[in-house]
Each structure stands twice: as structure tokens, then as C-alpha cells.
């Protein structure tokens, strides 16, 4: 056991002090050691049985104490849903303008670039739910989450999200990157039919490049393959204790 971590004996009256704080008005989940106590209840499946209740509790009170900007959960569905079905229509109408006997190459070009943009946006928390779902994993909210640039998110509902195998967590965390990442190649792949011009190409290709360099540099450090690698370490742990 590495300093500073909780004997598995005291992590009900760890988190009995943290729920109280968080009830109090603190919800700094770090700060507090919350964290720090549910890493430790990965490891175990009895240990998640025992707790994943009352961690799901702390979890969902500090997330609406300190997200104002949410949604129900439906509302998120259909507002991605929307944003995929702009995507089709927006692709659709630049292969329709590429197939006229006079093709229309700005309403080609431009109607696959929004179709990405639109994908990229709809189907990166859609293939989050869905695959949680899949999973067991079920979701409380969409919220926007702060500092800059606003990102949309999904909220899980931890207790279920603990009882999923930490290898179906690190999908579901990959699910949506990877779907993002598509997003540009799939709309990519309709240029020829579309007869887009060169530049809408180059942007569909830029879009794509951009999005994997940014995955590299920073969401392995801050965001969904962060999580995706957190998870898979707990399923390499396990399977080197078990």
C-alpha cells in the first residue's frame, strides 16, 4: 500500500467525512480525498458492492452543487440527436448538388464541412451513452463544463458506473473520442460523390488531422483517453491480483 492511501478498513468512515463536507457546502472532491477513496474501491468488487451507492451519492451532490449549466438528460439526447441528423441532411444535400447536371461545388464543399462539424458534435456524447448504456452505465444529465472552451458532456451515474468492468468504462471513455475522430473521414469519404472542391477537402482532412493531434498532446492528459488509460490500468491491476 503506497503512503497516504486509505486501509480498505476505513473507507466507509472516509467516505462518511466527505459526504458530510459535501453536505456542508464543500464540494471539492480532490481536495477532500474522494478520489483518492474510490480508486481504492476499484480494485475490489466487493468493495464496489459495499460502496457504490454512497459514492454515486457524494459523486451526483457535488457534480449539482457545482454545475449550474444542465440538462436532463433526454433534452441532451435529442439535442444530439438533431445535431447527427443536421449532419445527414448537410452531407445529403452536398452529394444532391454534386449529382446536378451543373454541380454546384460551394454548396458541395460547404454542406460536407458542416455535415463533419455537426457530427463530430452529435455523436461524440451519443456514442458515450450509447455504449454506456450497452454496458450498464446510465447517465444523469448533459452539462457544459468550464473553463473555456465550453465542452458538452454526459453526466454517469457513478454507482453504475463502478459496477461496469473497468475494460467497459475504458471503451465507453473511448467510444466518443473515436467517433469524434471519424466524424471528418466519414464526411471525407462522400467528397468524391459530392465532387467537393479541393478546399473543402483540405478542411475535411485538416479537421481530421487536428482532432488526433489534439487527442495526443492533451486528452491523454485531461480528458476522455486519460480516462480511457486510468481505466485500463485498474483492469491491469486486477488482473495481476486476481
Known amino acids: 500500500m503506497e503512503a497516504g492511501e486509505t486501509p480498505s478498513a476505513g473507507l466507509g468512515a472516509e467516505l462518511e467525512r466527505i459526504e458530510a463536507a459535501v453536505d456542508a457546502g464543500d464540494t471539492g472532491l480532490r481536495r477532500l480525498?474522494?478520489?483518492?477513496v474510490v480508486a481504492l474501491i476499484k480494485r475490489d468488487d466487493e468493495l464496489i458492492e459495499r460502496y457504490a451507492d454512497q459514492v454515486g451519492r457524494i459523486d451526483a451532490k457535488a457534480f449539482r452543487a457545482g454545475v449550474r449549466?444542465?440538462?436532463?438528460?433526454?433534452?441532451g439526447l435529442t439535442l444530439m440527436l438533431i445535431a447527427t441528423a443536421v449532419g445527414v441532411a448537410s452531407v445529403a444535400l452536398a452529394v444532391r448538388a454534386g449529382a446536378?447536371?451543373?454541380?454546384?461545388?460551394?454548396?458541395?464543399?460547404v454542406g460536407l464541412v458542416v455535415g463533419a462539424g455537426a457530427w463530430a458534435v452529435g455523436l461524440h456524447s451519443l456514442a458515450h451513452y450509447l455504449f454506456g448504456r450497452a454496458v450498464g452505465i446510465r447517465f444523469t444529465d448533459l452539462f457544459v463544463a468550464?473553463?473555456?472552451?465550453?465542452?458538452?458532456?454526459?453526466?454517469?451515474?457513478?454507482?453504475?458506473?463502478?459496477?461496469a468492468s473497468p475494460t467497459a468504462r475504458a471503451w465507453m471513455h473511448a467510444s466518443g473520442a473515436i467517433a469524434t475522430k471519424l466524424a471528418p473521414f466519414i464526411a471525407l469519404a462522400f467528397a468524391p460523390t459530392a465532387r467537393a472542391p479541393?478546399?473543402?477537402?483540405?478542411?475535411?482532412?485538416?479537421?481530421?488531422?487536428?482532432?488526433?493531434?489534439?487527442?495526443?498532446?492533451?486528452?491523454?492528459k485531461a480528458s476522455d483517453w486519460?480516462?480511457?488509460?486510468?481505466?485500463?490500468?485498474?483492469?491491469?491491476?486486477?488482473?495481476?491480483?486476481?
Do not use: C, M, N
Open 198 to 220: 479541393g478546399w473543402a477537402v483540405v478542411v475535411l482532412l485538416g479537421l481530421g488531422i487536428f482532432q488526433i493531434a489534439t487527442d495526443v498532446l492533451f486528452s491523454t
Open 146 to 163: 468550464f473553463p473555456p472552451p465550453p465542452l458538452p458532456g454526459l453526466k454517469t451515474d457513478y454507482a453504475t458506473y463502478l459496477r
Open 226 to 242: 486519460k480516462k480511457v488509460r486510468r481505466e485500463l490500468a485498474v483492469a491491469s491491476a486486477r488482473r495481476l491480483a486476481g
Open 100 to 109: 446536378d447536371s451543373e454541380p454546384d461545388e460551394v454548396v458541395a464543399g
Open 33 to 36: 480525498g474522494f478520489w483518492r
Open 69 to 75: 449549466l444542465r440538462l436532463p438528460v433526454w433534452v
